[in-house]
């Protein structure tokens, strides 16, 4: 099993980035559900937004929301969050993470709750 997140870098302030997190071993070990976290420097990580692989709105945190957006591509088990406007705030370290079932949505933002996790991609947001 296999989480490779990539697409961080440096960008301005306003810019925009995509990331995507690609998948391996799915189907095999039954990862329905996606999330991705952030962890600036001295900081706990933070929940961004989750979705699932079957269908449903994707959910963001009401910190990105209007700016992020996540999807997916069934086909090349690939999730992509999309970040416009950034602003210093968001620069951190990008996880993304997967799990079996799907969680409720108070439970979405706990890191413990996800089997899998991938290395992490860093975006930085500077002028």
């Known amino acids: 099993v296999q989480l490779q997140a990539s697409g961080g870098g440096l960008v301005q302030p306003g810019g925009s980035l995509r990331l995507s997190c690609l998948v391996s071993?799915?189907?095999?070990?039954?990862?329905?559900?996606m999330a991705w976290f952030r962890q600036a420097s001295g900081k706990e990580r933070e929940f961004v937004g989750s979705i699932t692989w079957g269908g449903g709105s994707p959910y963001l945190a009401n910190s990105v929301k209007g700016r992020f957006t996540i999807s997916r591509d069934n086909t090349k088990d690939t999730v992509y969050l999309q970040m416009n406007d950034l602003k210093p705030e968001d620069t951190a370290v990008y996880f993304c993470?997967?799990?079996?079932?799907?969680?409720?949505?108070?439970?979405?933002?706990?890191?413990?709750?996800?089997?899998?996790w991938g290395q992490g991609t860093q975006v930085t947001v500077s002028s």
């Open positions: 993470a997967a799990r079996s079932n799907r969680l409720v949505l108070s439970e979405q933002p706990n890191p413990r709750a996800y089997e899998w």
């Open positions: 071993g799915r189907r095999q070990f039954n990862m329905n559900f």
